[in-house]
């Protein structure tokens, strides 16, 4: 009996102990006082988030002036002056400026733009610069509590805060089917475009981009959105190799996962359109057919074939195996490159 009771006394001590060694730092972390506060998170990033300043070149009366088009926020992503905004905030500017928090300002070159995710890199002559921390095995949530940092309005830095309400979303205004937005309730206005959201602990997560409705009489309250970093990080990666995006194309349209209920290996996309004269076409794929591989790997979704597809080198000969009227085919398909139509 006694031998029980000093057991269950050290595991109580032994909790007791670890409680007492984490709760500090969690005070730490989110409270003051015993105020909730994420004051850490935003001290961590808001340095690396920049005002952007979209100008054009006027004359008036013979002298030469500048005039402010557009303003947003941008996301300082290496030490040596490489910056995330959307490309919509810097659209058709004469000239891009950039203003830090620290108060010193720089005229910015563009590098690069992408139609396709609305993202654009910029680079200013600079070193040793503030940027914000992520974590590549940090996954999001719905339900994970976010804060957007940005320049609403051109009121100066601003921190808004809400919550993750859904992920992978697709289909969002004009950019339908060409995103994988994290939706959150924080607010993104006029200016925040190009900002960053980060996470409790400090960690940038996404590009702040839109809100619904923001451009029309009707408000829709809390719907906002951002693109994910990691899709982020691609993009810059590619734009500053290449100077554009390059992606594959194949011209297939689908948006159904095909089951035919007999486990896993029967799975495969459905295709509902081919276009015309497109590298599926030429291949010989057709509406109905299902493709169940595409370069040795499982179609599983759609979303998955597109990013397989998109990621695939132009020029490049692949073999996708489809499935037409329980035959199963494999035809060599050599991909194009993606031409987003202006």
Not at 62 to 72: A, R
Not at 238 to 251: A, F, N, P, S, T
Not at 265 to 288: C, F, H, R, T
């Amino acid at each position: 009996m006694l031998k029980k009771l000093l057991h269950s006394a050290l595991i109580g001590l032994a909790t007791a102990a670890i409680i007492l060694y984490i709760l500090p730092q969690i005070n730490h972390t989110l409270f003051d006082d015993g105020v909730i506060s994420y004051r850490t998170a935003v001290q961590k990033a808001s340095p690396a988030v920049v005002n952007v300043y979209n100008q054009s070149f006027t004359t008036a009366n013979s002298n030469y002036q500048t005039k402010v088009n557009n303003l947003g926020s941008g996301v300082i992503m290496s030490e040596d002056g490489y910056i995330l905004t959307n490309k919509h905030v810097i659209q058709d500017a004469d000239q891009i400026v950039v203003a830090l928090q620290n108060g010193h300002i720089y005229e910015a070159d563009l590098v690069g733009s992408d139609s396709l995710t609305d993202l654009a890199v910029l680079k200013i002559k600079a070193n040793n610069l503030s940027t914000i921390p992520q974590k590549k095995n940090r996954y999001s949530h719905v339900g994970d509590v976010v804060l957007a940092i940005g320049n609403p309005y051109n009121l100066g830095q601003s921190v808004s805060q809400g919550i993750i309400s859904a992920l992978g979303r697709n289909a969002v205004g004009d950019y339908i089917g060409r995103q994988n937005f994290i939706q959150t309730d924080a607010s993104i206005n006029k200016g925040n475009s190009g900002g960053a959201l980060i996470n409790s602990k400090g960690e940038l997560i996404g590009i702040s981009t839109l809100s619904i409705g923001k451009d029309s009489t009707e408000i829709a309250e809390g719907l906002s959105f951002a693109i994910p970093i990691e899709l982020a990080n691609d993009i810059m990666r590619k734009i500053i190799q290449d100077g554009r995006v390059i992606r594959g194309y194949l011209g297939v349209q689908s948006d159904v996962l095909f089951n035919n209920g007999q486990g896993i290996s029967n799975k495969g996309i459905l295709i509902s359109n081919v276009q015309a004269g497109s590298p599926a076409d030429n291949a010989g794929i057709e509406a109905g057919d299902i493709i169940i591989e595409f370069n040795n790997t499982k179609a599983t979704s759609p979303v998955q074939m597109m990013k397989a597809i998109l990621n695939t080198k132009p020029g490049t000969t692949i073999e996708v195996v489809i499935l037409r009227m329980g035959k199963t085919i494999k035809l060599p398909v050599t991909i194009q490159e993606y031409i987003i139509q202006s």
